[in-house]
């Protein structure tokens, strides 16, 4: 929801400060979140580099940690969101 929040106000060029931001970080971190659970679910066979159904966790948890830093750091998409959308004074 926060990422069609997102595209939407910029389509319709309302001022949402912080929306992309938002997006990214919310489904960054559950993206992390959900593939350390599926990882600790099916342990151990997904735990090696095995081809199939846990093979494919296996690279989603080694994959989960790289969206948070891709596309600008968790720590700094934070500052931004509150900067933006809640208007604290700079961090960084």
Do not use: C
């Amino acid at each position: 929801m926060l990422g069609l929040r997102s595209l939407w106000a910029t389509e319709e060029k309302q001022p949402i400060p912080g929306a992309g931001p938002m997006a990214k970080m919310f489904s960054s971190e559950k993206f992390l979140e959900d593939a350390n659970d599926l990882l600790e679910l099916t342990a151990p066979a997904s735990l090696s580099k095995r081809d199939g159904p846990a093979g494919f966790i296996n690279l989603s948890y080694r994959h989960a940690h790289g969206t948070t830093i891709y596309g600008g750091t968790s720590e700094v998409h934070r500052s931004m969101i509150a900067e933006r959308a809640l208007g604290l004074p700079r961090s960084r």
